[in-house]
């Protein structure tokens, strides 16, 4: 009885003391760590993840006009203080994420369907919004309160057996680590409207996160893979809406940017590799629009067949807009 009363004692002090005032929304979380303990675990997980992805994308020009970009929305971030690290991952997955501490992770396939500068600084301010808001710090520390949680419920439900201790304790463990992975539907909302709030403060247009709402709502039936960011991200329309009205709250107050400098970011990508690694290399090539030329001819001369709807929507477009003046060609 006195050991059930100290450690449940303990557990209340430990919860205390570990909620933190959060920097984005000034509620307070349950965190168990200081900021250096959170880049510290950050560098540690760092290695481990480019590895997981199969290494580093050498592209240094690409590298550094990511980080520029990266730099700008970090600056104007509820956290300034961190420094984010930007790494091209050499996968064709479409995804891209941020871990605590601030490291920025970005697959080649995401980067080859993404068209323009505003969407690319979207999903980026989206990311730093996650750790700005400490969600992925958040699940940890829910886990570590869990684990230590499910390690005093098993000492007080089965004192006298420590096997049904141990199963007691792994099967919780295991329920709440499938539930940790991937982010709340409000944790993700809560990154849209942080990722629009820094696009619109450092000067991109804020556009861009719904844009690439429409992206993968318009690609989620066409491309495998999309299956990853889609488990995590998923594309629904509470997003694309909730995306619609934050930008109009910013029109509302004044104007807002809507240069979306699409040529500046094709030139970027021009020769990204597309292709999965292991398999023959496929490059993007940027096309000039010709005299002429419409969705449906150049899918057929391209793919030879009838891809135009794709072509068109893996170039940001409607089947029944004009064609921009340049377009990507090379992904399938
Ligand atoms: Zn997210």
């Not at 430990?14 to 510290?40: M, Q, T």
């Not at 700008?72 to 997955?93: A, C, F, I, K, M």
């Not at 490291?103 to 990311?127: D, F, P």
């Amino acid at each position: 009885m006195k050991i059930k009363r100290w450690l449940s004692g303990a557990f209340c002090l430990l919860f205390l003391a570990a909620c933190s005032r959060n920097p984005v929304n000034e509620s307070y979380n349950l965190n168990f760590y200081s900021d250096a303990d959170e880049i510290r675990i950050g560098e540690e997980y760092h290695p481990q993840i480019i590895k997981e992805y199969g290494g580093e994308y050498n592209a240094p020009a690409l590298r550094a006009y990511v980080q520029n970009i990266v730099n700008r929305l970090g600056d104007v971030s509820h956290r300034p203080q961190l420094v984010y690290p930007v790494t091209l991952l050499d996968s064709n997955e479409i995804n891209a994420f941020a871990i605590p501490g601030g490291h920025v992770y970005v697959c080649r396939g995401l980067l080859a369907y993404i068209n323009s500068e505003a969407e690319l600084a979207g999903v980026m301010g989206h990311e730093i919004g996650h750790v700005n808001a400490k969600h992925g710090l958040q699940r940890m520390s829910k886990s570590t309160g869990f684990n230590l949680g499910a390690v005093i419920l098993s000492l007080l439900l089965f004192q006298d057996d420590e096997d049904k201790q141990n199963t007691a304790y792994r099967v919780g463990q295991t329920v709440f680590n499938v539930a940790l992975l991937s982010y709340s539907r409000e944790d993700e909302m809560e990154a849209d409207r942080l990722g629009i709030e820094y696009e619109n403060k450092a000067g991109f247009s804020p556009l861009g996160v719904g844009r690439v709402m429409t992206m993968f709502e318009r690609l989620s039936g066409v491309s495998s893979q999309l299956s990853t960011v889609l488990s995590t991200h998923p594309a629904s329309s509470d997003r694309s809406k909730q995306a619609r009205i934050e930008v109009r709250k910013l029109e509302e107050k004044g104007s807002i940017n809507r240069e979306l400098n699409r040529e500046r970011y094709l030139e970027q990508i021009n020769g990204l590799v597309t292709s999965a690694k292991g398999q023959p290399v496929k490059q993007l090539q940027i096309y000039t629009v010709q005299k002429g030329d419409a969705w449906d001819n150049l899918a057929a001369r391209y793919f030879n067949g009838d891809a135009a709807k794709k072509l068109a929507w893996f170039n940001g477009c409607e089947l029944s807009e004009p064609l921009p003046a340049r377009i990507k060609l090379g992904l399938f």
